[in-house]
């Protein structure tokens, strides 16, 4: 079973972020992943992970799409690709109004017509066309590429949530990334993915399909699964997150948890995700378990992404790369 690796929270210097590279690639990891909010610049850090190693494929999982221009990103996803031809993945996402709007000071619009534009437009751009666009959200003029085009040109992954999402993943994308979303709810999102390339004129086989899996390989389980629910409490009050669980069968719990946080009893909505939302939503136990729950979301068709998690803490370290080693 493929198995990529998240390399975005394992608690450790950005000197030692080409060792762990290295070391994912003897490993056998397929693909190392890297993430972007407030701490590390996904485009540095992957070119740091794609310069150190030789085989191992790299993608931002995933960077806001309304945070740098498309024009910009097609550079980079060019940039990329020549750097290691062929292992580069530019993965984008809608974000939210915290990230764009409050963090960024730009305008929000959870839009997927901002997304299948910025596709077009990145595209063209790291074929070295000249841009000449005119849409919603984009309005450009006579850009064009001053270096060759790469080959194989960089692919794009979308993270998807909700149908739209994923049958515009379908359609325009490369590859598709989940994210928060049980094993049993992955053959639902693969069907819109399913539809989305059909509108295309593509098969499913056409789109890789990648999902984060939040494990902790662990002796202790209970305060890493307290840790994973305070976690998972800080999407479930988020309207977006908060209808996807429930459409996943957690609507007891959503409602739980919001009508507690409302209330401002905080503990209350922790303790309102229940037993089988942490075994839903993540993998905490010895590494025989954590392998045999991640193989659940191999079954309908997606890779793993072990995403490494732990409580914080001084130990944090020592768990982060102890669940790293125990894959794949």
């Known amino acids: 079973m493929p198995i ?3 390399l975005i929270s394992l608690a450790t210097p950005i000197a030692e972020f080409p060792a762990i590279a290295r070391e994912a690639e003897t490993r056998g990891y397929r693909t190392a992943w890297v993430g972007e909010a407030s701490g590390a610049e ?9 310069t150190h190693t030789q085989t191992l494929k790299v993608a931002s999982g995933v960077i806001p799409v309304q945070t740098r221009t498309p024009i910009v990103y097609g550079q980079a996803a060019a940039t990329l690709a020549h750097l290691a031809p062929g292992r580069f993945a530019l993965g984008l996402g ?9 963090w960024h000071g730009l305008p929000f619009t959870p839009s997927i017509q ?4 910025a596709v077009q437009i990145i595209r063209m751009t790291a074929a070295g066309e ?8 984009y309005r450009l003029k006579n850009f064009r590429l001053a270096m060759p085009a790469p080959s194989p040109a960089p692919r794009i992954y979308l993270a998807a949530l909700g149908p739209r999402m994923c049958e515009l993943a379908g359609e325009v994308a490369d590859g598709v990334l989940f994210t928060w979303i049980p094993a049993a709810a992955v053959p639902a999102s693969l069907r819109h993915v399913e539809t989305g390339a059909r509108r295309a004129g593509r098969s499913l086989a056409d789109v890789d399909v990648a999902v984060y899996v939040r494990t902790c390989v662990t002796d202790e389980r209970e305060p890493v699964r307290e840790a994973l629910a305070r976690d998972i409490t800080g999407y479930a009050i988020v309207n977006a997150y908060a ?9 007891e719990e959503v409602e739980a948890v919001n009508s507690a946080w409302q209330a401002g009893d905080r503990a209350g909505a922790v303790k309102g995700i229940s037993e089988r939302v ?3 939503l993540g993998a905490v136990g010895s590494a ?13 068709g997606a890779t793993p992404v072990v995403l490494p998690f732990a409580p914080p803490g001084p130990a944090a370290r020592g768990s982060l790369l102890r669940t790293f080693r125990a894959f794949p």
């Not at 954590?290 to 193989?295: K, N, S, V, Y």
């Open 288 to 300: 025989d378990f954590c392998r045999e729950h991640i193989g659940a979301f191999a079954r309908p």
């Open 243 to 251: 209808r996807f669980f429930a459409e996943c069968g957690f609507a």
């Open 114 to 117: 901002q997304m299948r534009e």
């Open 42 to 50: 996904a485009i540095v850090l992957s070119t740091l992970i794609a």
């Open 278 to 280: 942490l075994d839903g």
């Open 94 to 102: 809608l974000s939210s109004e915290i990230i764009v709007g409050q």
């Open 130 to 137: 000249r841009v000449n666009f005119e849409g919603r959200f």
């Open 4 to 6: 990529d690796i998240a």
